[in-house]
């Protein structure tokens, strides 16, 4: 199993390099080329969710972005994590989490998972105390490498 990390600033101008990176390993992995405009725009779209909760939460630590693929399950995935606590938005699912009214950033935060659900169909959101995720997986058909 074939893993990359990338930590990046929450920085708006870093998401750009998160996508292109996410794409290519994306297309090292296997990941039918018809389906990595959807992982760039998957991955722009939790990079650029979880750069916003920093900002608005005024959190420096970086964003964290796992690529993983899994020659066994033959699957390539990508975990999108922020440090925000209790920051998940919606469970599994796209059912949205409990909790009062919806304020600008909360319903930012619910479209872009929309977006996310609506390119990705192997979708996992989860929150916890020490910051959320998103994991998010596609199929991939790596090709055996030559001697």
Same mark, same amino acid.
Request: aromatic share 2%; net charge negative.
């Given at each position: ?40 725009? $998957?991955? *722009?779209?939790?990079? +650029?969710? @979880?750069v &916003?909760?920093? #900002? ?8 964290? /972005?796992?690529l ?28 949205? $989490?409990? *909790?009062?009214?919806? +304020?600008? @950033?909360? &319903?930012?935060? #619910? ?8 390119? /990705?169909?192997?979708?996992e ?23």
């Open positions: 199993m074939a893993t990359v990390e990338l930590r990046f600033s929450a920085l708006p101008e870093h998401v750009r390099t998160a996508r292109l990176v996410a794409a290519a390993v994306a297309r090292r992995a296997g990941v039918d080329e018809a389906v990595l405009d959807e992982v760039r725009l $998957a991955v *722009g779209e939790a990079c +650029s969710r @979880a &916003g909760m920093h #900002e608005s939460h005024g959190i420096s630590a970086p964003v964290r /972005v796992v993983v693929e899994d020659e066994t399950e033959k699957k390539f995935s990508i975990e999108v994590g922020d440090e925000v606590p209790g920051s998940g938005g919606t469970a599994a699912g796209g059912v949205p $989490a409990e *909790g009062g009214g919806e +304020s600008d @950033a909360e &319903g930012e935060d #619910e479209m872009g998972l929309a977006v996310i659900s609506g390119l /990705v169909d192997d979708v959101v989860t929150a916890g105390e020490n910051g959320g995720s998103i994991r998010m997986s596609w199929p991939a058909h790596p090709t055996p490498v030559l001697p």
